[in-house]
């Protein structure tokens, strides 16, 4: 049975428990999942191109919350298949509080194939080799983290709160564990200044990371954040839809991962929507990419979201 997340919106809205603190996000491969905040908010919520917790204070949800959330969705749709913890960083929650949740979980939903979960480098490198493995045999088995970019001054101006090299190290980590791997990339993080810095030093960063999946999004300025006010102060230049484009194609030209990743631009910012296998498919992947820009075939600016 495959239930898709509008779906799940229209029949959560009418469950009586269900405490849902909006807004709630997930990636693209999870709109088939059951979302379920376990975390409010982000622990970080510093990044400066981000507005997706400003509003929300982060706190962790009292377990007997959450089991009663699981259990009344469990009642309704028990052939779930897959669960997708929320809010932003749910992955910093101790180990023993998150073997609760996914033991409740997999009690809750007999069908539960798969659990994945956002998480930044600070969540999981506080997490012990056995602890990941004990969390992979619980089947949380997709780990999303938002590289942003591989060049440490891209990351220093965006506040990110991490280094590259302490995400490979996490990364490394969760693959050790056998869990899967989603790491993201921000098109245009540099501006004009350091887009060929950011592509280069991506590269090189997805490379030696070698996810199972590699995704990229492209940079969306929100009004009241700290990078779009530095816009206005004419302190950062945003790039083009072309020159994003344009560093994609850098960026993919020089990405060398040492086992095969899956590639996607299938979220919502991006301009052209793109699909293959790292390295087997780069050079059909590149032609592609390359006929978009010199044809123009972009996604127009309304049908562009966050």
Known sequence: MTITWRFWGLVLKGL????????????????????????????????????????????????????EDIQEAAGLVPHTRRVFLADGDAM?????????????????????ERVGIYADSKGILSKSDDELQSLRERKLSMVYLGLESGCDEVLQKLEKGATASEMTLAIHRVKKARIQTSVIALLGAGGRLLSQKHAKETARVVSEMSPDFFSALTLTLVPGTPLAAAVERGE???????????????????????????????????????????????????????????????????????
């Open 16 to 67: 009586k428990n269900m405490r849902y603190h909006e807004p709630v996000f997930r990636p693209p491969s999870e709109a088939e999942s059951f979302i379920l905040q376990v975390t409010y908010g982000c622990t970080h919520n510093k990044c400066t191109f981000c507005a997706m917790y400003r509003e929300k204070k982060f706190r962790v949800r009292p377990f007997e919350e959450v089991r």
């Open 92 to 112: 910093v929650l101790k180990a023993s509080k998150l073997l609760q949740i996914l033991e409740a979980l997999d009690q809750a939903f007999p069908a539960l």
């Open 236 to 306: 950062f230049e945003p790039l083009s839809p072309g020159e994003a484009l344009t560093e994609l194609g850098q960026m993919l030209a020089q990405i060398s991962p040492a086992s095969s990743v899956t590639f996607r631009t299938n979220h919502a910012s991006n301009y052209v929507p793109l699909r293959g296998r790292l390295p087997e498919d780069k050079e059909e992947i590149l032609k592609t990419l390359q006929w978009a820009i010199e044809n123009h075939a972009l996604r127009p600016e309304w049908m562009r979201g966050l």
